[in-house]
């Protein structure tokens, strides 16, 4: 029983995120990285670092966390990610778009409302459709050339209101218990909102989802993440803006948009300002373009996260035995617990990956990154969270455990204070993944004795 409830390093949050967390953390990171140091500069833990797809490969420690799934027996289903038990599971998000996550239905509404009539389809259900193709272009900028109809009925103060509410019901609804919503207040000017009447009408927005979540029996809570685009030259006020609102619904920083030609150097003004207010960002970076960006965006940036990071696997070299070599980008964010946000559908449809079983998320898992599992836009990749792990669930074989492990991960990523992650996760997360993996305890019996009385013979 011990053993359900060891998830390796990164999810033991009553060791790890308590007030000695930073050091117990070091010390039992410094384990793991002993043993996969070996396997990264030489054989010794090649078998365990590139297997395969297999979730054995992926358990983290000693208390391998599927064991129960996988050797059958009274507790061989407790673990098991079930779509049911995926949608109920607390999750964590903390890369979403909030312009790339309408309902199409609001599209329709709002374009009629508003006068909008550049949308290409009428019918929501058409409209959804083509979002999902028109981003399925195998290239980054032609996925952000559809956000020009989600920007467009996103003008007016009760549209914005609307959309934020609508997504943290939405996000609710699919067992999202936290999520940091990205947001360029930049983008929502065309009407005449100034920038304070754009981040204080999504506020309110997300006020009026988490409460109409709550009456309807689901517990979220959002915040604000304000994103300056990285072609335009406005990242310094937004940077301002986000450190105003500090403390009142908005929680940290981004920078988002066309990666290739557009370094994070370019706004390092802002990043600065940032720095010296104690605040945090997070930048779009190792998307589209590789390690120089992800590099800038750390070394020179000092982005706390990474929005996406995963062309860092282009630092990682696997050889043939199953060898697995850091290179010393790839070491530097392991070592330092950078949290990697993650988008695998989105990656698959900009062309970063070919695949959920090639996407590097199971190789990084493995190795032990600080991996943590996002949407990026709802919409336009036809996804949500629960169905995010449930692609890793059929891919990599992942369960309850794995689930709960990425999901800690997040909120030890989040950008709210220390106390209210920790709270988040002995007092939200953790029971919840309890509560489900007890379960079994309490199916309907079946009605036959398992075993032969002995009164019988
Ligand atoms: O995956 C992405 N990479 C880079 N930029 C993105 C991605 N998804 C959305 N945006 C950009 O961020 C803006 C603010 O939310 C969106 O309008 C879109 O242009
Ligand atoms: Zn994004």
Redesign the pocket.
């Known amino acids: 029983m011990q053993n359900e409830n060891e998830h390796g390093n990164e999810n033991s949050p009553h060791q790890h995120e308590h007030p000695a967390a930073q050091v117990a953390d070091t010390a039992v990171a410094a384990r793991t990285a002993a043993a996969q140091d070996s396997g990264a500069s030489g054989p010794a833990a090649a078998g365990a670092t590139a297997r395969g797809a297999s979730s054995q490969a992926t358990q983290p420690g000693p208390g391998a966390s599927a064991r129960g799934a996988a050797t059958g027996g009274a507790g061989s289903s407790r673990a098991v990610a079930t779509p049911d038990r995926i949608k109920r599971a607390p999750k964590v998000l903390l890369h979403d778009?909030?312009?790339?996550g309408l309902r199409p239905a609001t599209i329709v509404e709002l374009a009629r409302e508003n006068g909008y009539d550049g949308l290409p389809e009428t019918d929501p259900a058409k409209l959804g459709v083509w979002f999902r193709e028109a981003a399925d272009s195998g290239s980054?900028p032609r996925?952000?050339e559809t956000?020009a109809h989600?920007?467009a009925v996103m003008q007016t103060r009760d549209a914005l209101v609307r959309v934020a509410s609508e997504c943290a019901r939405d996000l609710a609804a699919d067992g999202v218990v936290y999520a940091e919503i990205?947001?360029?207040p930049e983008?929502h000017l065309e009407d005449g909102l100034t920038l304070e009447e754009v981040v204080e009408a999504v506020n309110e927005g997300f006020r009026d989802g988490e409460r109409r979540a709550a009456e309807a029996g689901f517990r979220i809570r959002v915040g604000a993440l304000l994103?300056a685009?990285r072609h335009a030259a406005r990242s310094l006020e937004i940077a301002e803006l986000a450190n105003r609102y500090r403390d009142l619904g908005v929680v940290g920083f981004d920078i988002?948009?066309?990666?290739a030609g557009f370094p994070p150097t370019r706004h390092l003004d802002a990043f600065e300002y940032l720095k010296r207010e104690n605040n945090h960002f997070t930048i779009?970076a190792g998307?589209?373009f590789g390690l120089p960006s992800i590099w800038q965006a750390l070394q020179w940036c000092g982005a706390d996260r990474l929005?996406?990071g995963v062309r860092l696997i282009d630092d990682i070299e696997v050889a043939e035995d199953g060898t697995v070599t850091l290179g010393r980008l790839a070491a530097y964010v392991r070592d330092k617990r950078v949290p990697l946000e993650l988008?695998p559908t989105?990656n698959l449809q900009?062309g970063a990956a070919a695949s959920y079983r090639e996407h590097p998320i199971g190789l990084l898992r493995r190795l032990h990154f600080r991996v943590t599992l996002n949407t990026?836009?709802r919409l336009m990749s036809g996804t949500d969270m629960s169905s995010e792990f449930g692609h890793l669930v059929d891919a990599f074989g992942y369960t309850l455990d794995d689930m709960e492990w990425i999901t800690v991960n997040s909120m030890k990523s989040a950008f709210i204070p220390f106390d209210e992650r920790l709270a988040m996760i002995n007092d939200v997360i953790k029971p919840g993944y309890a509560e489900l993996k007890a379960e079994w305890l309490f199916r309907p019996a079946t009605g036959r004795p398992a075993v032969a009385s002995p009164s019988a013979g």
Do not use: I, K, P
Request: proline share 0%; charged share 15%; hydrophobic share 30%.
């Open positions: 778009h909030l312009d790339g980054l996925y952000l956000f989600t920007c990205r947001y360029a983008q994103t685009m988002a948009g066309a990666e779009h998307e589209a929005g996406h988008c989105s900009t990026d836009n």
